[in-house]
């Protein structure tokens, strides 16, 4: 299990790149070299974006745990909680905002609509500062 090296889930990413694109949310970058590694970044917002899967950040709605090797998983997640905590911290120290969307986000829904409507507020707010500012 140690040999295998996580790829990022494709699907998720896909998913939430149509939204972008179709809510016209431009300035975002996949993979952009940041701590954490975040899915998404808006560079200019100092926004990180991330897709929590709901198995592996224990959603709690939709999140079941194995019967079997209980014990392994618990401590993996607990870990993986751990990390996700520590990774918004180390952000937000750097200025940087963070979104975290669950996987089942995706499907739509009143948490989907509220975050896309925070995200798009964020990256207009920058854009109007942007036109704002003299220009030396």
């Given amino acids: 299990m140690a040999s295998v090296k996580s790829g990022g889930n494709k699907t998720t990413e896909v998913l939430l790149a149509a939204k972008f694109r ?3 949310l431009s300035g975002w970058r996949r993979h952009y070299p940041l701590a954490g590694n975040p899915d998404f ?3 200019k917002q100092k926004l990180a974006v991330f897709v929590d899967g709901c198995f ?3 959603c709690p709605k939709h999140c ?4 079997t090797n209980r014990e392994y998983w618990t401590q993996k ?3 993986n909680l751990q990390r996700d905590s520590d990774v918004t ?3 937000r120290k750097k200025e940087w905002g963070v979104v975290r969307f669950w996987e089942h986000d995706l499907c739509g829904g009143p948490e989907m609509s509220k975050k896309m409507k925070r995200l798009k507020e964020i990256v207009r707010q920058e854009k109007s500062n942007v036109r704002d500012k003299p220009h030396c």
Avoid: G, V
Wanted: hydrophobic share 30%; net charge positive; no cysteine.
């Fill in 22 to 24: 179709l809510e016209n």
């Fill in 41 to 43: 970044s808006f560079p």
């Fill in 56 to 58: 592996w950040h224990r």
């Fill in 64 to 67: 079941r745990m194995p019967s």
């Fill in 77 to 79: 997640i607990d870990r």
């Fill in 89 to 91: 911290r180390d952000l």
